[in-house]
């Protein structure tokens, strides 16, 4: 069956700075499919499949790869860098792809059916003579949600999606489960058509593309064979079939496909079965031409105003910067108005200056239409002189004074004409890669401690070293996901993987990025380097990506800095990359040593995409240069518009250094960084720079001896305004500076992880405490707030302030400074922000019950803990804004200063005065959420409450009341203690179970947490705090952690879960936890900051046999310490991760690491509560250790905080007679406690106490 063709695409098309794209749609699904094969799937608002709207690198949508079984090679059904005999033809509602690969023809047409799914057809014909067999593979990644809602956070997006495969059918299915009851039920089919033979499949993205590979080159196609098999709640989903294809040798061989989206699994179940036969898919296609016709007849729209409407459509989905509006007008744009664009998606803005523009706007409208009309709204807007004259056309119209803020909304800017894409040609990608140069380096593991297969600690415990080394096929041998490093000061920072692959912000990591953030732990992107040898031409990564040499690669992740050390094609490289001690700069450094015997000439390059702001919009990035310095800023990005990005390079004397910006001639179109078309041509860069220039490369060429030893280095940073850009840069102008700025950062992290030291009889514990836990907890959750898998960017109330409360001994400057944070963030009414992003303080304005308690908890901890009453008198401004409406849950607003202030003393009283409400059983109220975020429709209603609720405002009462009688505010000092009361005997009637402590009642009065319930029958956190709080009685405090051991914790595992059995069909409706698949995050898995806090409770209680090796089950390390381990657990061994998932197939796997309060809270109940160090105001040390009986003791080094450089070193053992001594001196035997007096004269004091 052949169908009309209107419009041809050569290779030579593809070369143009946009993809030619159709779309096609039909029954409510459309597709966007580009002459290149790429391309994305949306129905019901929901993309089906991923698209990243990249027209550079162009990589995404449903690909086909074919694999010649004879042979071995392999190619895909759309275009790749090299290929020649490919065409692509655009019909009427049809995308027909045609392609010549070693002697096999493949000829793939594409449409939508009128019945709302994506068809394929698949020709295979042997060009020469021989019969084939070609292996069929498709892939697409599975999305199911709002395209910006799933960018912004992909890995948390992924959560909530499940696979599953019909029994009888070549079909796949995934939907995604809804976080709250107004969310649309969204379903994918995928499927081959009846007749294909022995169909596997797989829905596991880390398994079909492989660690650090990319969606073009997947793993999965290294070797022919089924797939394997994969499907339910796999994390990262995607679907993928595969078959094999007989070819005679002189017939055409036909397969066919189907993508569809539904509401429900019967309605993708039944387009597979209308859709599953190729007869079916031959009459879909005709009849998908034949809908098409009928649309464009019905809009009054020829073939060529058609055909003009769609050749817009890649411009409005990736961007045409040659129809962007002038860079210019774009940064003349100040906030105004809203201008009258309502709805979503792409905006097209005509300036109408004469008739010709009155024109332009009326093809338009009628363009608009048929957009909608095939399932793409896209947004008109007229500026004109005299928007009267326009009043006749009907469409949205402002004046010329609005013309600048339009401008800078522009998806596509038509001045006075209708816009045309941009036929000049791009340079495309090579074809070829430089062959894959080899290299050699010793790594000996038996120097390691707790060495795991791919990495162990170093000798001291200070870096995590990894032994990346080359398998058989010259691939890098990787972790299962990305270890990284987030490096951080108060101006800025990056994180690192342990593949060299970066994201760098400054001032707010999600709000202000300098570069993008990936959170793609399979394809793992970022910041690159590259160093190339001229002569050979070989191309690689010193840092093991993206472009990994067949050579040995070291990497050390340390406190403040990363290193990469490797050996290749006998040069010695040396990479490290760090940040400045006082400024947003990142600093790489990499020495380079010649240990040949000839000249070599080399080439260092450091490239990055810029993005400016929370995403990228590469029309807003205006970059410039003066030398070697690069700048780059965005003024489309709000408080963050005046700074300036910089990036330079810092060359030895006798080195050309070459820039460029543009990041599509440095890359190709359909470029990828493994192999940059710049690189692979050859040459300095061009220089580029300019609006819409949005890449900081660098290109440092330099000659080595044999023997030599020279250095380079590249700046990336961001600074205020230009003024103190040009200062930065000429900061940072030659090595030494930078040698310097990266030597005083880690003199500083050696410091502060040095003020307290342990030495215990359990080594890994030992690891943790002794830096790594302080290190993760200052540098990622208070300074950077974000990591690889969350980037919030934001202070959270009740987050950064336990954070804060483990630096008290360490650094309690910022303990402190965070309590005045948090007060200033609070309104007058007594609530707060639940998170806020600085610099402005936008949040969100929340129902939530815990987060105000933490102030008075929290900073009465301090003030006992220093003696630093007068945190409670320091005078802090109120904030005003808007309150909740009726049924309004949250909203994200701008606060302002109230014009009235208080003592913290007065804002922590507020927030227990605001928290005193009760409902039915006498129970704090849970509004829309307690501690756990994701119970928010729990108390919605106003009439659910929290059990764990009252144990925790029963603790905050007892922290605060001892400073509300010290100020004798008489009235407050009764009513907290009566209420504090009237908790302690509700929760031991309403709140006990029976054999433990419930956790919530719904509005509807259901019970959460009962034996008695469906689902989530027991919950950590309840008898945790039960204890914690002092409320429960000592046989029922003994009950509730039986039943808390016995149920929740899995010690074949490693793990305690937070609640048993996870939420997943209860009538009854906690929130969006209940989205979450079975056994990941808070629904079933082990949530770590609970855990930690049930071993607080189990050493509260007395059991000390339990309470450290629990402690111990916890630590990362165990979960890393063996080959078998890492494969299970994926993560890092050498951070805390925030959760560990609980439900098969995942039991024991790391969840999201680095960004989680469990740093700090694992640093204090180590050394709080199981080896019961503290400071009593102070004034003293007091000791009460909660350790097993097979422990003879443990050693504690302590620096006070003081700058005074006095130092405590404490030696606790076991004896028959209990006793303490400081110096030598017995010291008296207390009634409360072992107490060491402090002194502050900066010597060093011995302190052994026998128990």
């Not at 900061?731 to 410091?751: C, K, P, Q, S, Y």
Request: with cysteine; proline share 6%.
């Amino acid at each position: 069956m052949e169908l009309a063709v209107s419009t041809r695409f050569t290779t030579a098309d593809l070369a143009r700075p946009v993809s030619p794209m159709l779309l096609l749609g039909g029954g409510g699904l459309t597709a966007a499919l580009s002459a290149a094969g790429t391309g994305v799937v949306t129905s019901g608002g929901s993309d089906l499949t991923r698209w990243r709207a990249d027209r550079v690198e162009d990589a995404d949508g449903l690909a086909l790869f074919l694999r010649d079984l004879d042979t071995g090679h392999v190619w895909t059904a759309g275009w790749r860098p090299g290929d020649e005999a490919y065409e692509a033809r655009f019909g009427v509602g049809t995308v027909e792809i045609v392609r010549q690969d070693a002697g096999v023809e493949t000829r793939l047409c594409l449409a939508v059916a009128p019945e709302g799914a994506l068809v394929g057809r698949l020709q295979l014909r042997s060009l020469d003579g021989r019969a084939r067999r070609i292996e069929v593979t498709t892939l697409a990644e599975v999305v199911l949600h709002d395209r910006s809602a799933d960018a912004s956070h992909p890995a948390f997006s992924k959560l909530f999606v499940q696979t599953e495969r019909l029994d009888d059918r070549p079909v796949l299915l995934a939907k995604r489960r809804p976080r709250t009851p107004e969310d649309p039920s969204v379903w994918l089919g995928h499927w081959l058509d009846d007749a294909a033979a022995a169909v596997s499949w797989e829905t596991d993205r880390l398994r079909c593309v492989g660690r650090g590979r990319r969606r073009t080159d997947p793993a999965m196609m290294d070797a022919s064979g089924d797939l394997g098999g994969t499907v339910g709640a796999v994390l990262d989903p995607v679907v993928a079939l595969r078959t094999v294809v007989a070819v005679s040798a002189e017939g055409v061989a036909t397969r066919a496909f189907g993508l569809a989206g539904g509401a429900s699994r019967e309605a993708v179940s039944a387009h597979a079965g209308a859709l599953g036969d190729l007869g079916a898919v031959d009459l879909a296609l005709r009849a998908a031409s034949d809908a098409e016709q009928a649309r464009r007849d019905c809009l009054g729209l020829d073939d060529a105003a058609a055909d003009a409407a769609q050749s817009l459509i890649g411009p409005l989905l990736m961007g045409d910067p040659s129809l962007w509006a002038p860079a210019a007008l774009r940064a003349a744009a100040t906030d105004g108005d809203a201008l009258p664009i309502d709805g979503a998606g792409p905006l097209v803005v005509v300036r109408v200056r004469t008739e010709a523009g009155v024109g332009a706007v009326r093809h338009l409208a009628a363009w608009q239409r048929y957009w909608a009309d095939l399932g793409l709204p896209v947004r008109l807007l007229a500026v004109a002189d005299d928007p009267d004259a326009l009043a006749e056309e009907g469409g949205p119209v402002v004046g010329a004074d609005r013309e600048a803020q339009a401008a800078r909304l522009a998806d596509v800017w038509a001045d006075d004409a209708l816009p045309v894409a941009s036929a000049k040609p791009a340079m495309l990608a090579e074809g070829t890669r430089p062959a894959v140069p080899t290299g050699d380096l010793a790594l000996d593991d038996a120097d390691l401690r707790e060495f795991n297969g791919t990495g162990g600690f170093s000798a001291d415990g200070t870096e995590y070293v990894m032994h990346l080394r080359p398998g058989t096929d010259g691939r890098l041998s990787l972790p299962p996901l990305p270890w990284a490093n987030v490096i951080a000061n108060e101006h800025g920072g990056f994180l690192v993987t342990e593949r060299g692959a970066a994201s760098t912000w400054s001032a707010n990591s999600r709000e202000n990025r300098v570069t993008p953030w990936g959170n793609d732990p399979v394809e793992d992107p970022g910041e690159a380097l590259h160093l190339q040898d001229l002569d050979a031409g070989t191309l690689w990564s010193p840092t093991g990506g993206p472009t990994p040499a067949a050579a040995p690669v070291e990497v050390r992740h340390g406190f403040g800095y990363s290193t990469w050390r490797t050996v290749v094609e006998g040069i010695a490289q040396h990479t490290t990359m760090s940040i400045a001690p006082d400024a947003s700069a990142k600093l790489t450094v990499l020495r380079l040593t010649n240990v040949g015997d000839t000249p070599r000439r080399l080439a260092v390059t450091a490239s990055a995409q810029l993005t400016l702001g929370p995403r990228e919009t590469p029309r807003d990035v205006v970059t410039a240069r003066v030398g070697e310095v690069l700048t780059a800023r965005n003024t489309a990005r709000g408080e963050f518009s005046d700074r300036v990005a910089v990036a330079r390079a810092v060359a030895p004397e006798g080195a050309e250094v070459s820039l460029t910006a543009d990041r599509a001639a440095f890359l190709g179109r359909f470029g990828t960084p493994e192999a940059p078309r710049a690189l692979v041509a050859g040459g300095a860069l061009d220089g580029a720079v300019g609006p819409g220039l949005d890449a900081a490369v660098h290109r440092v060429a330099l000659t080595l001896a044999p023997g030599e030893t020279q250095e380079v280095a590249f700046v990336l940073g961001e600074a205020a305004d230009p003024t103190e850009a040009d200062a930065l840069a000429a900061r940072f102008a030659h090595l030494g500076a930078v040698a310097d700025a990266i030597a005083e950062t880690r003199a500083f992290w050696t410091e502060t992880t040095g003020a307290l030291q342990i030495q215990t009889p359990d080594p890994a514990l030992d690891l943790m405490v002794n830096g790594w836990l302080l290190y993760q907890n200052l540098s990622c959750r208070l300074w950077g707030r974000t990591a690889f898998y969350q980037s919030g960017g934001a202070y959270g109330y009740r987050d950064q302030l336990q954070d804060t409360s483990a630096l008290v001994y360490a650094r309690p400057d910022l303990t402190r400074a965070q309590i005045l944070r948090n007060a200033a963030h609070q309104f007058e009414e007594g609530d707060v922000l639940h998170w806020w992003h600085p610099p402005l303080s936008k949040g969100i304005r929340t129902r939530f019950a815990d987060d105000l308690l933490w102030l008075p908890l929290l900073a009465s901890a301090y003030a006992e803990t220093t003696g630093d009453d007068g945190v409670f008198d320091e005078e802090v401004r109120f904030l005003t804004a808007p309150l909740l409406e009726e049924g309004q849950d949250e909203v994200f607003l701008q606060p302002t200063e109230a014009g009235t202030s208080a003592s913290v003393y007065e804002h922590a009283a507020r927030t227990i005065d605001r928290s005193l409400a009760v409902g039915v059983h006498g129970l704090p109220l849970m509004g829309t959420g307690d501690w756990n975020d994701g119970m928010n429709r729990v108390g919605r209603e106003g009439r659910g409450e929290s059990v764990w609720m009252g144990f925790f405002l029963a603790s905050a009462l007892d922290a605060f009341l001892p400073h509300v009688e010290a100020r004798g505010d008489a009235d407050r000092a009764a009513r907290y203690r009566q209420h504090r009361a009237h908790l302690q005997s509700a929760l031991n009637a309403d709140g006990w179970d029976g054999d433990w402590y419930r956790r919530a009642f719904y509005d509807n009065g259901a019970v959460m947490g009962s034996a008695e319930s469906d689902e989530c029958q027991i919950d950590a956190l309840a008898q945790a705090w039960a204890v914690l709080s002092g409320v429960a009685p000592a046989d029922r405090a003994a009950q509730a952690l039986d039943a808390m051991e016995a149920r929740l914790v899995d010690e074949d595992a490693g793990i305690l879960r937070l609640l048993a059995p996870a939420f997943d069909v209860t009538p009854n409706d906690p929130g969006y936890i209940k989205g979450y698949v079975p056994g990941v995050r808070e629904n079933g898995g082990q949530y770590t900051h609970a855990a930690l806090w049930a071993v607080r409770a189990l050493a509260e209680a007395g059991r000390c046999e339990r309470a450290a090796p629990l402690l111990g089950m916890l630590s990362p390390v165990r979960h890393g310490d063996s080959p078998e381990a890492v494969a299970v657990y994926k993560t890092e061994p050498y951070v805390i991760a925030a959760d560990v998932y609980g439900v098969a197939p995942h039991v024991g796997r790391g969840g999201w690491t680095w960004y989680t309060g469990s740093a700090g809270w694992m640093l204090r109940v180590a050394v709080e509560s199981v080896l019961g160090f503290g400071l009593d105001r102070g004034e003293a040390i007091t000791l009460a250790p909660c350790i097993p009986a097979d422990w003879p003791g443990f050693a504690i080094r302590y620096r006070l905080p003081d700058g005074s450089g006095t130092v405590y070193t404490i030696t606790v053992q076991r004896g028959e007679t209990p006793g303490l001594t400081l110096d030598g001196a017995t010291l008296p035997v207390p009634h409360t406690g072992w107490r060491v007096p402090l002194v502050r004269d900066g010597a060093v004091h011995e302190v052994q106490l026998t128990i």
